[in-house]
């Protein structure tokens, strides 16, 4: 059969939803020997991959997300390519599309925590509209925890033997990548104290500014002995964050990096005292799981999917509305170092559970059920 994959996120450097993208084709290539595949990519990553052999092609489909071109552009060329199925990787699909297809949704953040930039009542309308329309025809939809599959059935009234939980993976290190040297990282990035480590986008569900209040209060009952360090691209709708930090005076404290590259990124995680994770709500939460990975102990909000992927012993969990609760976590990580231990053992441990190899395997298992019911 000929199957579409719509990749216009795909990308290995990217988070999310393009490194799913990315994880799945590579793996699709070695997994699955029967079936033909179309890759859907906009500029960037089409000029970047390379077909893996002679059952995958490349077409450009370079139509922005949440456009008009999206919507009639991109289904013109989905019908011309006359596919037996299609796997839309994110809702954001044509809604007009009629044949098979199978669309993995990793969470409704919007439905709940709409942000900055999906205020105006005609953003609103269109996600509405895009999300209750792809999931209803939808042959399939892959969730990517239970909790996403809990919130599909309850707000957008999906029926539940229409939804498969596929975990991600999250075994796709570069070991070759050397992580940059203790002194130099610390160096770099002016860095003189044990840090607690948030890596992420800056999105009101994140909870960053909660973070932050709550290691100010920490640091204070710690003579100030302590550092924070958020990674990721600062943005200007989010002016709260850095304001934040200047009006409790932390700026010798807080360190808003921007984007660091993969070696840094390695190396803050490896000499982090603690990951922070105090969002309000996820779909499913890598970065935990990255940490536990690279043996970093972790402290987690105790809400959405975040106690599902992270486990009942690999990680301390707080309320992300106390931030006395926060900073009361981040007091025990901090000085308890038996505790510290158990929680990186455990973390080794939970860690091995998500595997990219199963998602793929349990991904080609949802195309072929749907296939077969079209067809036989």
């Keep these: 059969m000929r199957i579409g994959i719509d990749a216009r996120m795909y990308g290995a450097n990217f988070t999310g939803i393009g490194r799913c993208t990315y994880e799945l084709i590579k793996r699709l290539a070695t997994t699955d020997h029967e079936h033909e595949y179309v890759i859907f990519m906009r500029r960037e990553g089409f000029d970047r991959f390379t077909p893996p052999d002679g059952r995958f092609t490349k077409v450009l489909a370079d139509y922005p997300h949440y456009s008009s071109g999206e919507q009639f552009g991109f289904l013109r060329l989905l019908y011309r390519h006359r596919l037996d199925l299609i796997h839309f990787t994110h809702f954001n699909a044509p809604i007009f599309y009629r044949k098979p297809y199978v669309v993995t949704i990793h969470d409704l953040t919007l439905s709940f925590y709409p942000g900055k930039k999906m205020n105006h009542f005609l953003y609103r309308m269109a996600y509405h509209l895009v999300i209750r329309s792809v999931t209803r025809n939808a042959k399939r939809i892959i969730a990517v925890s239970r909790n996403t599959k809990k919130d599909l059935e309850r ?28 002194s130099d990282l610390f160096k770099k990035l002016h860095l003189g104290r ?22 100010h209060t920490f640091n204070q009952a710690h003579d100030h002995a302590y550092d924070l360090v958020i990674t990721g691209r600062p943005h200007p709708a989010y002016r709260e964050i850095p304001d934040t930090v200047k ?12 984007l660091v590259d993969e070696a840094d990124l390695i190396a803050l995680y490896k000499n982090a005292l603690s990951y922070v994770f105090p969002s309000f709500y996820e779909g499913f939460g890598f970065p935990p799981l990255e940490a536990m990975y690279y043996g970093t102990p972790v402290i987690a909000a105790n809400v959405s999917a975040i106690p599902e992927v992270c486990g009942p012993d690999a990680t301390l969990y707080f309320d992300p509305r106390s931030e006395s609760e926060m900073a009361e976590a981040m007091h025990s990580v901090a000085t308890d170092i038996p505790l510290r231990q158990r929680l990186i053992d455990a973390g080794f441990k939970r860690v091995q559970q998500f595997k990219w190899d199963d998602s793929t395997k349990k991904t080609l298992k949802v195309y072929n059920s749907v296939l077969k019911k079209g067809f036989f």
Aim: avoid cysteine; charge should be negative; glycine fraction near 8%.
């Design 155 to 182: 707000v957008l009234h999906v029926p539940s033997d229409k939804i498969e939980v596929i975990y991600n993976g999250v075994d796709h290190h570069d070991d070759s990548i050397t992580p940059s040297s203790h």
């Design 247 to 258: 009006a409790f005076g932390l700026t010798s404290h807080v360190h808003l990096t921007g």
């Design 194 to 215: 044990p840090y607690f480590l948030y890596t992420g986008v800056w999105r009101d569900h994140k909870n960053v500014v909660g973070m932050i209040k709550a290691f």
